[in-house]
């Protein structure tokens, strides 16, 4: 299995970007759990959003900004990102938790 996330980009504070971690080789669906984490420059990887068969968590600092997501086939699992701010910059990547792996990251950089 391989994860792929892509969407990141440069955009303004207060805009928007989509992220996607497609899995390539087997269906999400075998995973229970997928999360996205992002790490800062000079700052420890952060979980930022997880999603489960069940239902989804947020760390607080995007709780109502973040919505994580999946599709039914289970192949994606999206990170929809709103009212971005500066500190949100940095490399976001995505992880199952069963076999504990990690995909590409994908790097957003928010300016002020």
């Known amino acids: 299995v391989q994860l792929q996330a892509s969407g990141g980009g440069l955009v303004q504070a207060g805009g928007s970007l989509r992220l996607s971690c497609l899995a390539s080789g087997r269906s999400f669906n075998r995973y229970r759990s997928v999360d996205w984490y992002r790490q800062a420059p000079g700052k420890q990887r952060e979980l930022v959003a997880s999603?489960?068969?069940?239902?989804?968590a947020y760390a607080d600092s995007v709780k109502g900004r973040f919505t994580i997501s999946r599709t039914n086939s289970g192949n994606t699992v999206y990170l929809q990102m709103n009212n971005l701010k500066p500190e949100d910059t940095g490399v976001y990547l995505c992880h199952a938790r069963i076999g504990n792996i990690w995909g590409t990251g994908t790097l957003v950089t928010v300016s002020s």
């Open positions: 999603v489960s068969s069940s239902n989804s």
